[in-house]
């Protein structure tokens, strides 16, 4: 059944006044690894909350903010040609602790990881384009530095996809608290270390 031309103008209207784009960027492929940028809420203040959305090989891993004795964490940075744009910021959700074969200690994620990064938009009514260079290192019985560009246009008016702002505010809602937000502080540390001489502990 074909339909009337009046009908299709009208649909041809609504689809240009919500942009309901399922926002994310084309893949960006390695030989162990590949990661995409994906957009959920866009709130009030021009806070976008967006993600890099890692996928990697069986038995290869990536880093969290501190690696622990190998690797590096990722990060993120605005590059030339983006509008609109500012301030990426990754906010570290909780990792895994991985004891290797030999005997190094490295704190990080495996198969995959939806890593939250916030984005500012300056003028919520005007198109953006992120163009954003993501480092991250991949580590199995070798390591591997990686360097990709992910590219994103937002049209003014966005609206985010439901399947994707659903998972970048799950993995939001997953964060660890900042120090006493939870009803508990750390106000002091002491670090000790065991003297060779006595095998007790010495305050450092």
């Known amino acids: 059944m074909r339909l009337p031309s009046s009908c299709l103008f009208i649909v041809f209207l609504l689809c240009a006044a919500f942009p309901a784009a399922a926002l994310e960027s084309a893949p960006a492929q390695a030989e162990f690894s590949s990661i995409r940028l994906v957009t959920g809420a866009l709130h009030a203040d021009g806070t976008l909350d967006a993600a890099v959305d890692v996928r990697l090989d069986k038995g290869w891993k990536t880093y969290w903010r501190s690696p622990g004795d190998a690797g590096f964490p990722m990060t993120v940075a605005l590059e030339e040609g983006s509008v609109n744009v500012a301030d990426p910021l990754i906010q ?31 003028d919520t009514k005007q198109d953006t384009k992120v163009n954003l260079r993501v480092s991250y290192a991949v580590c199995s019985d070798i390591c591997i530095n990686q360097d990709h560009h992910v590219t994103l246009d937002i049209p003014a008016g966005y609206a985010p996809s439901a399947t994707h702002a659903k998972r970048v505010a799950k993995a939001r809602d997953a964060l660890p608290l900042a120090n006493g937000t939870g009803g508990l502080k750390v106000e002091a540390v002491q670090v000790e270390s065991e003297d060779a001489a006595t095998g007790k502990g010495v305050l450092m």
């Open 92 to 122: 570290w959700p909780f990792c895994t602790r991985f004891v290797e074969e030999w005997g190094l200690e490295v704190f990080g994620f495996k198969d995959k990881a939806l890593i939250p990064v916030s984005l500012t938009i300056p």
